[in-house]
């Protein structure tokens, strides 16, 4: 059976090197017909979203963005990560936002994302 063409994302916090669950994930398309939000969701204990952001004819071509709360997740952890987070207005980080288009050949876009409260990275996963 084929695979539903899908976006999915992950996040981890490698600061504490674990999943950063609790994360408010912002989907949007800033081009298009549909410009403007798309959905708001957060990530679970495995630090992805319960399901894909969009499967199938949802997941149409074009340029989209994720935003990630890392400020938040931080603020909330008990680490030494978090303290040095701060209140939102002093915070390095605060919403991670990653641009990036959906070809109309793509069956899975994976974005995964690697934070701390001072750097991110971010690949194309699978």
Do not use: K
Request: glycine share 10%.
């Amino acid at each position: 059976m084929p695979v539903s063409r899908q976006l999915t994302c992950h996040v981890l916090d490698v600061s504490r090197g674990v999943p950063a669950a609790g994360v408010a994930v912002r989907l949007s398309r800033p081009d298009g017909a549909d410009v403007g939000l798309v959905l708001s969701t957060t990530t679970n204990a495995d630090g992805r979203t319960d399901g894909p952001l969009l499967a199938g004819d949802e997941l149409v071509p074009g340029r989209y963005e994720l935003a990630f709360a890392v400020g938040d997740h931080f603020a909330s952890t008990a680490s030494t990560a978090s303290t040095a987070a701060g209140p939102p207005e002093a915070r390095y980080l605060d919403v991670v936002p990653i641009h990036f288009g959906v070809a109309a050949d793509v069956a899975h876009l994976h974005v995964a994302l690697l934070v701390t409260p001072w750097s991110y990275t971010t690949y194309r996963g699978s």
